[in-house]
């Protein structure tokens, strides 16, 4: 009885270990990845004339992403090293690229006046080095979005069978 309380103890111990060594520092790298298609979702579109606290904002987020994916790809913890090699070659995630590229569009943001992020090559680049999705409007079965919605483009045509909503219905 005693022992097995003493073997659930470091049964616990050694798995506690295993989760904050090798795995927490693959967390933060999945993080980052997540942090970087927000940023790229929030920031992407900067226009030219946006405000300068704006273009400082975005500038510190992509440079601090791409800063983080450059450590670690430089610095990661000694015992975690192989982990790093295995499961991002396994991903194909290429965690310093994107974070280089990532820092040279915070760079150009800020002091070279930068602009729509999403429209540069250097954004596609970025996606495929972290295996992003690129984010596009899709739309649903009932036809959404509809030709006054914001996101309607010229020459786009969203076929549907169902009617626009307050056009002729049955409840009319």
């Given at each position: 009885m005693m022992?097995?309380a003493?073997a659930?103890?470091i049964l616990g111990?050694?798995?506690w270990i295993?989760?904050?060594?090798l795995?927490?520092?693959l967390k933060?790298?999945v993080d980052?990845?997540r942090?970087a298609?927000e940023?790229?979702i929030?920031?992407?579109?900067l226009?030219?004339?946006?405000?300068?606290?704006?273009?400082?904002?975005?500038?510190d987020?992509?440079?601090?992403?791409?800063?983080g994916?450059?450590?670690?790809h430089?610095a990661?913890?000694?015992w975690?090293?192989?982990?790093?090699?295995?499961?991002?070659?396994w991903?194909?995630?290429?965690?310093?690229?994107?974070g280089?590229?990532?820092?040279?569009?915070?760079?150009?943001?800020?002091?070279?006046g930068?602009s729509w992020?999403?429209?540069?090559?250097l954004?596609?680049?970025?996606?495929?080095?972290l295996?992003?999705?690129n984010?596009v409007?899709s739309a649903p079965?009932?036809?959404?979005p509809?030709?006054?919605?914001?996101?309607?483009?010229?020459?786009?045509?969203?076929?549907s069978t169902?009617?626009l909503?307050?056009s002729?219905?049955a409840?009319?």
């Amino acid at each position: 009885m005693m022992w097995t309380a003493i073997a659930t103890v470091i049964l616990g111990g050694i798995g506690w270990i295993i989760v904050k060594l090798l795995f927490e520092p693959l967390k933060e790298i999945v993080d980052l990845r997540r942090q970087a298609q927000e940023c790229l979702i929030a920031y992407g579109d900067l226009s030219k004339d946006a405000p300068a606290d704006d273009r400082h904002a975005a500038a510190d987020a992509f440079r601090r992403i791409g800063a983080g994916f450059v450590s670690r790809h430089y610095a990661p913890y000694p015992w975690a090293n192989w982990t790093y090699d295995f499961i991002l070659r396994w991903l194909q995630w290429d965690i310093h690229s994107a974070g280089n590229l990532l820092i040279s569009i915070g760079n150009g943001t800020q002091s070279a006046g930068f602009s729509w992020a999403n429209n540069s090559p250097l954004v596609a680049l970025i996606r495929e080095h972290l295996k992003l999705p690129n984010p596009v409007a899709s739309a649903p079965s009932g036809g959404w979005p509809r030709p006054h919605h914001p996101i309607w483009s010229a020459g786009q045509r969203i076929q549907s069978t169902q009617p626009l909503l307050g056009s002729g219905s049955a409840n009319n």
